[in-house]
């Protein structure tokens, strides 16, 4: 299950995320979509970094058998820009940003691993037949 808050207007199809969310895990988790001012703020009280960025990931701990996974924040402004940039629709946008938050949560960490996070991102966004814009950009 997604626990969906969506603070801004962007359409979102919450039922191809859940099944991304149930191709992985079957842990709940919460998403929330927010505006680029807003995630900023998030950024900045979580991580001190004072900047806008596309997806947060925050775990939850994982003591219990029947706990969330924990909660993904994507920036409305980001998807909308990149699915631009790249000419897909933004539903694909939010898609690639979901992996990339999910994978967070399950313990992928591109910043630290050996290239494990990018791999199991190419292998999720052949699976679901999404633009291969994700895998460009963090080359």
């Given at each position: 299950m997604i626990d969906f808050e969506n603070q801004t207007d962007l359409s979102v199809k919450i039922e191809e995320l859940k099944?991304?969310?149930d191709s992985l895990t079957n842990k709940d988790l919460e998403l929330?979509?927010?505006?680029n001012k807003r995630i900023k703020e998030?950024?900045?009280?979580n991580r001190d970094k004072n900047e806008a960025t596309?997806?947060?990931s925050f775990p939850f701990e994982q003591n219990f058998p029947h706990m969330?996974?924990?909660s993904i924040i994507i920036s409305k402004d980001f998807v909308e820009e990149k699915a631009k940039e790249y000419n897909h629709s933004t539903?694909?946008?939010?898609?690639?940003?979901?992996i990339h938050g999910l994978l967070h949560l399950l313990g992928y960490d591109h910043e630290i691993d050996n290239g494990e996070h990018r791999e199991k991102e190419e292998e999720l966004i052949k699976k679901f037949n999404l633009p291969s814009s994700l895998i460009v950009r963090n080359s």
């Open positions: 099944e991304i969310l929330i979509i927010v505006d998030i950024n900045y009280e596309d997806v947060l969330p996974l924990g539903n694909d946008e939010i898609k690639l940003l979901f």
